[in-house]
């Protein structure tokens, strides 16, 4: 992400679309072979140059490409004394700055899509691998954080798994979206270049040609993408808080790595904090806000204002940046992680077999019994249970069951191998 998002990366991108925009005007006869030739082989930058130059213009755009053309002219671009032409004065000709901008804005989200998604699969691997060894683990299932019914640990990440997965095709989608490019001029009417030739500059470039933009590429399309990031960040989110209520103290059915001579608190020697789920929760709130932002900057006065410019330069590579973070710890923590299956049974078993109360509510029902007298029938004797009655027992001497069940059907109720008959399995990973 840093090769993409740096400034000089950046301004790499500005001199990949002013030189393909230089060729289109050569293609089209306008520019001489050799003014083409001295601009490809003479075009350079230097950022201290840049900024020299934009104390004076305060336009960073129009700063680079005073700097590009100096360099190709061999001349002052603060000396407005000089007026004989040459090369460099075919940079930036018949464009406006967001022709250029925005287009190496597209190149460069298109790219960091594609780093998250290589990023999202090297993350399923590890889940996949974390299935194969840990999926079979049966656990407790809960629901608003109490005790409800027998899960593995499979189901759990499968579906972290799937959930990835749909993200991953957002993103896909998302690139879609966000490859496009605009060499439209200064309000999109292409009042100098041709839309053909916009459109073969955006191939070069590897983009397609905005339908209809304005000075800029309208930011629902920007809004979207940091929006498909924003849910993916959610969902990293939403791993971590399990992962950090699974490592709570009277739970403790995983835990973190944690080195030797690593610290969990300095005035706790014994703390071992799940501080890497912590940090991947806390991006994702920059991770919302950025995406919020954005959604602030969809509308703009007339064919583009400024209100935009100043929180992109933020939110973008933040967002970038912080997103692929967030997917690499989670992936450190997950193929660090310490799985206790045997907490996870005890857990599982602190409620005897009332967590299988569903089973014998369902059967009774399939026998003949309304859902409103099954669910009496179950829920009577787990209140045995609760005053320290055996629910198995309870339910295999009740005359209700009995009347109903026989013993084989009655032991199935209860049998955890059968309750987890269809669990997903590492085959479930498509």
């Known amino acids: 992400m840093t090769a993409i998002w740096s400034r000089e990366a950046k301004y790499e991108r500005w001199k990949e679309v002013e030189l393909a925009i ?11 072979q050799s003014d083409r030739n001295e601009i490809h082989a003479k075009s350079s930058f230097n950022l201290d ?3 020299e130059i934009e104390s004076v213009t305060r336009h960073d755009l129009m700063a680079f490409v005073r700097n590009l053309s100096e360099n190709v002219g061999g001349v002052d671009a603060l000396d407005d004394s000089q007026t004989e032409a040459h090369a460099g004065r075919w940079i930036h000709y018949g464009v406006t700055s967001y022709d250029v901008i925005d287009t190496a804005l ?3 989200m298109r790219d960091s899509v594609d780093v998250l998604v290589k990023s999202l699969g090297e993350l399923q691997s590890t889940l996949r691998s974390l299935m194969e060894t840990h999926g079979h683990h049966p656990c407790i299932g809960r629901t608003h954080g109490i005790h409800a019914e027998p899960i593995t640990f499979g189901h759990k990440i499968h579906g972290w798994a799937m959930e990835l997965q749909r993200s991953e095709v957002r993103l896909r989608g998302a690139r879609t979206e966000i490859a496009v490019g605009k060499i439209s001029g200064a309000v999109g009417i292409h009042a100098h270049v041709e839309p053909t030739m916009e459109s073969d500059i955006c191939h070069q470039l ?5 339908a209809n ?3 800029i590429i309208a930011r629902d399309r920007h809004a979207h993408v940091l929006n498909v990031v924003a849910v993916m960040a959610g969902s990293l989110e939403r791993i971590a808080t399990e992962l950090r209520n699974l490592q709570r103290t009277e739970i403790l059915e995983v835990q973190e790595a944690f080195a030797a001579g690593q610290t969990g608190s300095s005035a706790m020697p014994h703390k071992r904090n799940p501080w890497n789920s912590e940090t991947v929760c806390g991006l994702a709130r920059i991770v919302r806000a950025n995406a919020h932002a954005m959604m602030e900057s969809i509308m703009t006065w007339h064919e583009r204002d400024l209100t935009n410019s100043s929180l992109e330069r933020i939110v973008f590579p933040d967002t970038f940046q912080l997103a692929d973070f967030m997917i690499h710890r989670m992936n450190r923590i997950l193929s660090g992680l310490n799985v206790l299956p045997e907490n996870m049974l005890r857990n599982m078993r602190q409620m005897g077999d009332l967590v299988f109360s569903e089973h014998v509510m369902v059967a009774l029902i399939a026998k003949g019994m309304t859902r409103e007298a099954a ?3 179950a829920q009577r004797n787990a209140a045995k249970a609760w005053e320290g009655h055996d629910f198995r027992e309870s339910v295999a001497a009740d005359p209700d069951v009995t009347s109903r069940l026989v013993e084989a059907e009655v032991a199935e109720l209860f049998d955890l191998e059968h309750h ?3 669990a997903p399995t590492i085959g479930s990973f498509t």
Do not use: F, H, I
Request: proline share 6%.
């Open 22 to 32: 230089v060729d289109a005007w050569w293609k089209a006869g306008l520019v001489p």
């Open 375 to 377: 669910y009496k029938v």
């Open 106 to 108: 597209g190149m460069m």
């Open 49 to 51: 140059r840049c900024d």
């Open 206 to 210: 590897g983009l397609e040609p905005d």
């Open 420 to 422: 987890l008959r269809n």
């Open 213 to 215: 933009s304005t000075q």
